[in-house]
């Protein structure tokens, strides 16, 4: 498994008042954010495949953006984006796939068609996965989030081992920094523990947590309680 012996130096991030860095130079850019976890998606594969030096990070100031980043980067002017080959693609879960696909590293996503199917269903149920979760921050949360949870919990045991597919693989990079913000969150505001009754959720998060190339990308716990009070309680 993939380790880093030296802790990866962060680059500032980028905001309104920073210059562009060269377009299409033949760097391959990672445009990012420290806090967002759909960037951290692709920052952990990144990371995992041992991308360092092939793939350069390009943090934004999601607060106080660059114009030249919507203007002449990525018009959608969201994070994640890639640069590689002369052009900029999106969107998380398409990079994480592209990533795995077009670099060197280990393979994030297994020959096997069964499990492949079901790696593909699982990719796209994060989204419902998200939602039911933000939602229930208005309802009876602990039954309406215990619902996307059981579902992770039934998903863990298709394949023997302790990841979605047995082996780690993207699927696990794709889900674990929601599941990461969202474990804090929901302990500290609704002493809800979502590993309760679920030992295959616990064993997967303890798992992850001994993957450097996580680890590293992690999001301060207190950031994510404060950032999410004030989003989706108006506190």
């Given at each position: 498994m993939p380790t880093s012996s030296v802790k990866e130096?962060?680059?500032s991030p980028l905001d309104s008042t920073s210059q562009q860095p060269p377009l299409f130079d033949g760097t391959t850019r990672l445009y990012t954010n420290y806090q967002c976890?759909?960037?951290?998606?692709?920052?952990?594969?990144?990371?995992y495949k041992g991308l360092q030096d092939k793939i350069k990070l390009v943090p934004i100031d999601l607060a106080n953006r660059p114009a030249w980043y919507k203007e002449k980067v990525?018009?959608?002017n969201k994070v994640p984006s890639l640069e590689h080959d002369n052009k900029i693609i999106g969107e998380s879960l398409d990079?994480?796939?592209?990533v795995d696909a077009h670099f060197e590293g280990p393979s994030l996503l297994p020959d096997d068609p069964a499990k492949r199917e079901f790696a593909e269903d699982l990719l796209?149920?994060?989204?419902?996965f998200n939602g039911t979760v933000f939602s229930s921050f208005k309802g009876d949360t602990v039954?309406?989030?215990g619902v996307a949870f059981d579902y992770l919990e039934s998903a863990l045991q298709k394949f023997e081992g302790p990841f979605f597919l047995g082996e780690v693989s993207l699927v696990d990079f794709a889900y674990i920094p929601f599941v990461e913000r969202l474990q804090v969150f929901l302990k500290e505001v609704f002493k809800y523990d979502i590993t309760s009754g679920r030992p295959k959720l616990a064993t997967w998060i303890e798992e992850l947590?001994?993957?450097?190339?996580?680890?590293?990308t992690k999001c301060d716990p207190d950031y994510v309680v404060q950032m999410y009070?004030?989003?989706?309680?108006?506190?």
């Amino acid at each position: 498994m993939p380790t880093s012996s030296v802790k990866e130096v962060l680059p500032s991030p980028l905001d309104s008042t920073s210059q562009q860095p060269p377009l299409f130079d033949g760097t391959t850019r990672l445009y990012t954010n420290y806090q967002c976890p759909f960037a951290q998606r692709v920052w952990i594969t990144r990371n995992y495949k041992g991308l360092q030096d092939k793939i350069k990070l390009v943090p934004i100031d999601l607060a106080n953006r660059p114009a030249w980043y919507k203007e002449k980067v990525y018009p959608e002017n969201k994070v994640p984006s890639l640069e590689h080959d002369n052009k900029i693609i999106g969107e998380s879960l398409d990079l994480v796939k592209y990533v795995d696909a077009h670099f060197e590293g280990p393979s994030l996503l297994p020959d096997d068609p069964a499990k492949r199917e079901f790696a593909e269903d699982l990719l796209t149920y994060t989204n419902t996965f998200n939602g039911t979760v933000f939602s229930s921050f208005k309802g009876d949360t602990v039954k309406e989030a215990g619902v996307a949870f059981d579902y992770l919990e039934s998903a863990l045991q298709k394949f023997e081992g302790p990841f979605f597919l047995g082996e780690v693989s993207l699927v696990d990079f794709a889900y674990i920094p929601f599941v990461e913000r969202l474990q804090v969150f929901l302990k500290e505001v609704f002493k809800y523990d979502i590993t309760s009754g679920r030992p295959k959720l616990a064993t997967w998060i303890e798992e992850l947590n001994k993957i450097d190339a996580y680890v590293e990308t992690k999001c301060d716990p207190d950031y994510v309680v404060q950032m999410y009070k004030k989003r989706f309680l108006g506190e």
